[in-house]
Structure formats: structure tokens, C-alpha cells
């Protein structure tokens, strides 16, 4: 497979750069690039090899998803009572009832909490309960390693959930640490939000300001007791640190309960899971943003936790279940209408953090091709990151990359890393105006340093190029 422009043979220049990467050796190849215009292949190197994709599954999900659930789907939140009020108590429970929505911030759970003073309630004689029932009760999907779970990729995943901060890496709290007041002292760890359910054990030391600024934060395996230990220079500035909580239900539910208390409402009994009874009274709700807006943390910032609830929440839209295995089936289903071979196409889960995930470079290429005729198009296009900008909801994960070339600012692409795995695929515009598809992948190596270069190289040339001439396809 050759193509050529005026300036010399395109599959020549990108041996050259392939041959001057030997972090390569032994690794596996994949890239595919055709024209955005006709769909037509410029260039293909082993792109039709399956292969390890990482967070450039991302695309197939967010694809799958507009297609399902529509750029203007929001997710609900519903807070219900069964009880009766007499007074200022009320004599039953509290329901608060998740669908889904990874993009909850503790002043959503004040505004629902707002509701309850509205109707003069100051004691709730029952119980607080959390109702996650509108998604099944399995937390992660199934190659998601167990050293993964307390990451902030790696979070559990639950119809009633709660970020920490408008990144919305829901499941997750922010741990930030600062310098003692003296040297010798333990540091300040402080929770972004505050919340009761987590037990934090501070074993950090503050050091001389020339000490070693070094803090690791680990929560212990099936429990929410986290351990900061380390040492932080007197007069440093804060860390922060991301860490996953092990049950986002009872997270979510401690965030309200402590709303409650800021509007002066006491809770007698206990906080649990449960199901929303029938004859339950809705009495307040909260919507989130449309999906056309979310589509910018998930994709930019390539957030894993919200490609498993849209995952489930196809499962939920087009099969009345959310599951991962209903979600990925209404999935594909969706992705084939599109045009891909999915008899080619492994889809374990919707983020891309399985290793077990496999697509062939052509088949992201076909992708980024057909979804161009959608009316949601210009939304998923937008979503994706942008080379060199500084703004992280724009430039997301490119942000850092590509920056003083031609194609800072011209290349739409998402980014893709795991262990011995990186992607790239997305649109450029080369200077004559042409616009072109494509997807690098690269499998199998054992030194990361320089890998992302290589992509950025191939990248860059396509956007360097006065004149693409398909010849010898």
C-alpha cells in the first residue's frame, strides 16, 4: 500500500519515522488513513490486524451512545417520602433514588436537601435510603484489575453516585495535602468533599523545606479506609490527590445526609440501600446536563467512569436493563448499523481500560468516517480533544501535544494509554485544505518514553501536507 503527495511518497516518510523509533522493535503497528471526504484509503500498515485500542474505544462508545440515547439525554436524580408530616417531623423515610448521573456535586445533593426545609421538615423519624436500583448491582466491569479499583480510572460504577469537582471523576474524592506547621509535624489531609464515610489515617511527615516531596495515597482493598503517607516540604504547595471510594451509594448518600444537616434536618435513623417503594411522593428532582455537554469531560479528559454508565444506560434506554452485557449489546448492534465489522471487533467494556478490548485500526478509520453524516456530528466532533490547546476542556489530553506545528489546533483526535498500549485517531486538515482521517495504534511496547512522539510525528506530517495523491492503492 503506497500514497504519495508532491513533496514525495507519504508511506515512505512514515517508514522513516517507524524506522527511527526503536522503541518500536517488537512491537505491534496499526494506522489507517483515508479521506474524510470519500472514505477512500490514502495509507494502511497493519490496520487490519486486531489490536489493543485503550481509551480509542471511547469513540465507539460515544458514537453508540448519541446514536441511542440522543445528544440531548439527561440523567434524573429523585428524592421521594413515605411517611406522614405532622409538624416539622416527619414520621417515615427518605428515598433518594440515582439514575444514573456521574456529574452530581455535593451543591446538587444542598439544592435536593433544600427541598425538605421548603416543606418545613426538621426531623425525619425513619431511615435515609439510597436507591441505585435503575442500574444492576455489579460495580465493575469484567477485566477491570483489582490494584485498579481505588484509582480514579478504575472507580466503581453506580446509578446513584457523586463527583468530587467539575471534572466529574465520579466515585472519587480529592484528598488534598499540605504542609504542617513546622517541620517534624504530621501534614493536613483534607477531603474535597468532606464526608463521613471514608476513614483517612494520616501518617505523613513534614520535612525541611530542601526535604523530599513524596505523598502516596492507597485505600486499603475492599474497605474506605485510605492511608496518606509521605513527606512534604515545609512551604510546598498543596497535592492533590485523586482516590476512588469502594461504594458510591453510600458516598452519594453521606454527601446528602450532610446536606440535610446544613438545612437543619436531622435523620433518627440509619442510612442504607434500598428500592423506592410504590405510592413513594416525589418531591424533588434534579436533572443533569445533556449529554451533549457531557460529552466534553468524558471525552476530552477521557473519563472511564462515564463510558460505563453510558454503557449501562443504553443497556437501560433500548433493553429496560442496565448492565454491561445489555449496554455492549445494544452497542454493537449500533456500532454494525455504522458499517463496522464487529465479527473483528472485541467490546469487553466501554472505557477501553480491558486489555482484552481489540479493533483493527481501519475499522476506528470507517468509524470517524460514517458518523460524519449524523446529525449529532458537529457534538462528537466537538467533544474530542484539540493538539496544543492550552484549555483543558478543550485541548483535554492533547493539550500538552503538537504544540508550534500545523496541526496545533487543526487535529480533533482522541488519545488512548494503557500498559503497553497507545492510540491516536481522529481528523486533520492538511494545508492544502484536505481533510483526513486517521488512526495510529501501537501495541506491545516495553519502554513508553517517546511512544506518543511517533504519533505525533505521523500526525504532524499529515497536517504538513501541500497535496495528498492516492496512487497504488
Known sequence: MQAANVDGNLGQKIQQILDDSPGLTGALTGISIRSAETGEMIYERGAQTRLRPASNL????????????????????????????????????????????????????????????????????????????????????????????????GAAVSALTASPNEDYDTGTIILEVTPGEKAGKRATVKMKPETDYVKVINKTKTESEDGVKKIEVERSHGTQVITVTGTIPEHAGVIKEWISVK??????????????????????????????????????????????????????????????????EMGKEAEGKGSWKDGLKVARNQLKSMGLNMETIMMRDGSGISQVNLIPANEITKLLFAVQEKTWFPVYLNALPIAGNENRMVGGTLRKRMKGTYAAGNVHAKTGTISGTSSLSGYVTTKRGEKVIFSIILNNFVEEKGITAIQDRITVMLADQENLLRSGL
Open 247 to 312: 461504594d458510591p451509594t453510600a458516598y452519594a448518600l453521606s454527601l446528602f445526609e450532610k446536606s440535610m444537616k446544613k438545612h437543619g434536618i436531622k435523620v433518627l435513623g440509619k442510612r442504607k440501600k434500598g428500592k423506592t417503594p410504590v405510592g413513594a411522593e416525589m418531591i424533588a428532582t434534579h436533572q443533569s446536563m445533556p449529554l451533549s455537554q457531557m460529552l466534553i469531560p468524558f471525552m476530552k479528559l477521557s473519563n472511564n467512569s462515564h463510558a460505563e454508565v453510558l454503557v449501562k
Open 58 to 153: 471511547k469513540l465507539l462508545t460515544a458514537a453508540a451512545a448519541l446514536e441511542t440515547l440522543g445528544e440531548d439525554h439527561a440523567f434524573q436524580t429523585e428524592l421521594y417520602i413515605k411517611g406522614v408530616q405532622g409538624g416539622h417531623i416527619l414520621q417515615g423515610n427518605v428515598y433518594l433514588k440515582g439514575k444514573g448521573d456521574p456529574t452530581l456535586l455535593e451543591k446538587d445533593f444542598d439544592e435536593l436537601a433544600a427541598s425538605l426545609k421548603h416543606r418545613q421538615v426538621k426531623l425525619v423519624h425513619g431511615d435515609l435510603i439510597g436507591d441505585d436500583s435503575w442500574y444492576d448491582d455489579i460495580r465493575y466491569s469484567q477485566d477491570l484489575v483489582w490494584s485498579d479499583e481505588q484509582e480514579y480510572y
